[in-house]
């Protein structure tokens, strides 16, 4: 650190431009005096782009030549996607803050017309490269995606920053290069979005994001990568006023959940070319979940949810409870039902929440069609597929307020929740 003045070693991608940008004018806001300048440094990954990273030998394909840049105090600090880097780190570097995490969840942004082809019985080409996304994205997308259940979805190798993945989607059908589908972490589209610069992120993302289908992974079935969404911080282990200038950045609460994905990475392995997703969440009225799906290293199937409970609770598995064997009760005569949903949708484009699929009679889901529908939990998420309707998401069975802030975040260009219609139960009408 010379005299107030931090040089920030970065990649050059927009996205690792908009991260470390974030970054630093946090520490400019957070330690007034301070001045951060970006330093641009291509790496590994960034030149290989023909080759899935399962395919490239060594690891870290995006820090190698960052680290070295640090370890020879060329920049004083780094700013990485946790996801990216390895469970043990260079000698002499040290991790100084894990900022506030962003939404660790992934999205498959679509092109607006796969409906028709879906109901052309046609297959689906959706972009991804990442063994764990091919381990569970298929699996999801089948019972996900409108229609019976048996939706063809064909997974093509694809690499690339976010602007060329998203590209794929506007490319002629038929090309070498067309894509019905692209699966991105939903962090980096909102930390794009969240820089706008004229030449920034969000310009980008405006033009890229027209005539798209969104559809937002739930995490129980779709885990992430561990330590997706969040940003490590690093600098010299031996740079003490720097370590100290750093701090300040650091999410107690980000950090723990990461800390915990990343002993599941320990424990089964794979690192970049891992097959299973682990994210953990915090609840406001459950304490922490740790969602594990996929395969180990060795081959072993990997499905279960962990309840870390409350703090100094002992970690125990969760056995969730199903609300379709419940009895079926209603205090709405069904026609009565059909009339209001009827009334409802006549005039409207308003989003639409499904507080449970039994809420939508059978009759009027093509009335969906032009409503962005939202629900409860997978078990309604399936339901109102094979109605053929298209769901974006779901509140993950943790209530509505769980997905408050996914909702509101402005890249997805959702209404304010006042402006929604909400399907219910007669008795949930208060809130």
Same mark, same amino acid.
């Given at each position: 650190?010379l005299?107030?003045k931090?040089?920030l070693?970065?990649?050059?991608?927009?996205?690792?431009?908009?991260?470390?940008l &974030?970054?630093a004018?946090?520490i400019?806001?957070?330690k007034?005096?301070?001045r951060?300048?970006?330093i641009p440094?291509?790496?590994?990954?960034?030149?290989?782009?023909?080759?899935p990273?399962s395919q #490239? /030998?060594?690891?870290e394909f995006f820090?190698a030549e960052? %680290?070295?840049? !640090?370890l020879?105090?060329d920049?004083d600090?780094t700013?990485?996607s946790?996801?990216?880097?390895?469970l043990?780190?260079?000698?002499g570097?040290?991790l100084?803050?894990?900022?506030?995490r962003?939404n660790?969840?992934?999205v498959?942004?679509?092109r607006?017309?796969v409906?028709q082809r879906?109901l052309?019985?046609?297959?689906?080409?959706?972009?991804t490269?990442?063994?764990?996304?091919?381990e569970?994205v298929?699996r999801f997308?089948?019972?996900? !995606?409108p229609?019976?259940?048996k939706?063809?979805?064909?997974?093509?190798e694809?690499?690339?920053n976010?602007d060329?993945r998203l590209?794929?989607l506007h490319?002629?059908?038929?090309s070498?290069?067309?894509?019905?589908? #692209?699966v991105?972490?939903?962090a980096?589209l909102?930390? !794009? &979005?969240?820089?706008?610069?004229?030449e920034?992120g969000r310009?980008r993302?405006?033009?890229?994001?027209r005539n798209i289908r969104?559809?937002v992974?739930? !995490?129980? %079935?779709?885990?992430?990568?561990?330590g997706?969404?969040a940003?490590?911080? /690093?600098?010299r282990?031996d740079?003490?006023e *720097?370590?100290?200038?750093?701090a300040?950045?650091?999410?107690?609460p980000?950090?723990?959940?990461?800390?915990?994905e990343?002993e599941v990475?320990?424990?089964?392995?794979?690192?970049?070319?891992?097959?299973f997703?682990?994210?953990?969440?915090d609840?406001s009225a459950?304490?922490?979940?740790l969602?594990?799906?996929?395969?180990?290293?060795d081959?072993k199937p990997l499905?279960?949810v962990?309840?870390l409970g409350?703090p100094?609770?002992?970690?125990?598995?969760?056995?969730?409870w199903?609300g379709?064997t419940?009895?079926?009760?209603?205090?709405?005569?069904?026609p009565?039902?059909s009339?209001?949903?009827?009334?409802?949708f006549?005039d409207?484009s308003?989003?639409?929440f499904?507080?449970h699929?039994?809420?939508?009679p059978?009759?009027?889901?093509a009335?969906l069609?032009?409503h962005? *529908? &939202?629900?409860s939990?997978?078990?309604? &998420?399936w339901?109102l597929?094979?109605?053929?309707?298209w769901?974006?998401g779901?509140a993950?069975?943790?209530g509505y307020?769980?997905? %408050?802030?996914t909702?509101? /975040?402005?890249v997805l260009?959702?209404p304010?929740l006042? /402006?929604?219609? *909400?399907?219910?139960h007669?008795?949930a009408?208060?809130h």
């Open positions: 650190m005299q107030g931090l040089r070693g970065t990649r050059r991608s927009a996205l690792a431009w908009a991260q470390s &974030w970054v004018e946090r400019q806001a957070l007034p005096g301070t951060v300048e970006l440094i291509e790496t590994r990954g960034d030149r290989i782009t023909d080759l990273l #490239v /030998e060594g690891k820090s960052i %680290d070295a840049a !640090l020879a105090g920049v600090i700013v990485h946790l996801k990216d880097l390895s043990e780190r260079p000698p570097i040290a100084a803050a894990i900022p506030q962003e660790p969840r992934d498959v942004v679509f607006d017309d409906p879906l052309a019985g046609r297959a689906l080409r959706i972009g490269s990442a063994p764990r996304r091919l569970n298929p997308l089948a019972q996900a !995606l229609g019976d259940g939706s063809n979805v064909e997974c093509v694809i690499r690339g976010v060329t590209g794929r490319e002629p059908e038929g070498a290069r067309h894509l019905d589908g #692209v991105l972490a939903f980096g909102i930390r !794009l &979005w969240r820089d706008a610069r004229p920034g310009a993302l405006n033009r890229l994001l969104w559809m992974l739930p !995490l129980p %079935d779709c885990p992430s990568a561990p997706q969404g940003l490590a911080v /690093e600098c282990s740079a003490d *720097v370590r100290a200038t750093l300040v950045l650091n999410h107690d980000s950090a723990r959940l990461v800390n915990a990343r990475l320990a424990q089964f392995g794979g690192g970049c070319h891992q097959r997703g682990a994210t953990c969440i609840h459950f304490g922490s979940l969602y594990v799906r996929g395969v180990a290293e081959g499905d279960r962990t309840w409350m100094d609770s002992p970690p125990k598995p969760v056995r969730s199903d379709f419940a009895r079926e009760s209603s205090d709405v005569p069904a009565d039902v009339r209001a949903v009827d009334t409802a006549r409207s308003a989003p639409v499904v507080a699929s039994r809420a939508l059978k009759h009027a889901a009335r069609a032009k962005r *529908v &939202w629900t939990g997978t078990p309604s &998420w339901r597929a094979r109605l053929g309707v769901v974006e779901c993950e069975g943790l307020e769980w997905i %408050d802030s909702l509101s /975040e402005p260009g959702l304010p006042a /402006e929604w219609q *909400v399907l219910s007669a008795a009408a208060d």
